[in-house]
């Protein structure tokens, strides 16, 4: 298995802490993984397209953060990232692990992306990487 992880740094503090959880449960689990970094939620999609294409990777794990603003932006952001990200999928038939937070302040995100597991939630890059992988061995298992 090799996975690749894309990551949306906008919030660095933040995406490093989705990366951490997602890497610290791949290498748990022995599973080969390579970053990537896009500018932010919106460049996503596409990257998972490119990364389909190579033909290199048995699953994709997105990452980010999308933090409510004054503007409707926030709203168009979340819905584009996620439909473009669930395109893809379907389309390629590639599991994708779509670990872009959605969240209405910045003590939210880093509820949701703290490896400390003292914070009460469950770190949403290691969500994503689980989810990732459970699609490929469901895969396995129904096509052998």
Do not use: W
Not at 32 to 43: I, M, S, T, W, Y
């Amino acid at each position: 298995m090799k996975i690749a992880i894309i990551t949306a740094p906008f919030y660095r503090h933040i995406n490093d802490g989705l990366y951490q959880g997602a890497v610290n449960y791949l290498n748990r689990e022995n599973i080969e993984h390579q970053r990537f970094d896009v500018p932010g939620a919106l460049e996503v999609p596409l990257a998972c397209q490119y990364l389909v294409q190579t033909n290199h990777f048995d699953a994709i794990v997105a990452l980010g953060a999308v933090i409510r603003g004054e503007t409707a932006h926030f709203d168009h952001v979340c819905e584009q990232s996620s439909r473009g990200i669930m395109n893809v999928s379907l389309q390629h038939n590639i599991p994708i692990g779509n670990g872009i937070i959605t969240v209405e302040n910045e003590k939210q995100a880093l509820a949701r992306s703290s490896v400390d597991e003292s914070m009460g939630k469950e770190n949403k890059g290691k969500e994503a990487a689980q989810a990732a992988v459970a699609l490929l061995r469901m895969r396995k298992e129904i096509f052998q």
